[in-house]
């Protein structure tokens, strides 16, 4: 399984940015794509995750700023985000689980600054 990570980039408070992910290879049904971030001297972190069937999970602190989704056939995940904010800033991280398995995509710059 592959994944392409884009749509990072500079905004400024209160803005907007979508990131997508577009998976590739032996992508199962049933499986979790999702995001995940990492801040500056932090752990990485769950952003939201999507399941094939459409069912979504987000970590609190992007509820209501963030909209997970997926199209192509489910193969590829987009992150929505409005409302950004300084501490929105991180390398976000595309994954997708299958049974047991986790894959990472290469990550994907956002910086929230004025």
């Known amino acids: 399984v592959q994944l392409q990570a884009s749509g990072g980039g500079w905004v400024q408070p209160g803005g907007s940015l979508r990131l997508s992910c577009a998976a590739s290879?032996?992508?199962?049904?049933?499986?979790?794509m999702g995001w995940y971030r990492q801040r500056p001297e932090e752990q990485r972190e769950l952003v939201a995750t999507?399941?094939?069937?459409?069912?979504?999970n987000y970590a609190d602190f992007v509820k209501g700023r963030f909209t997970i989704f997926r199209k192509n056939l489910g193969n590829t995940a987009y992150l929505q985000m409005g409302g950004l904010q300084p501490e929105d800033t991180a390398v976000y991280y595309c994954?997708?689980?299958?049974?047991?398995?986790?894959?990472w995509g290469q990550g994907t710059l956002v910086t929230v600054s004025s």
């Open positions: 994954n997708v689980r299958q049974g047991e398995n986790y894959y």
């Open positions: 999507m399941t094939s069937g459409g069912s979504s």
């Open positions: 290879g032996d992508i199962f049904v049933g499986n979790i």
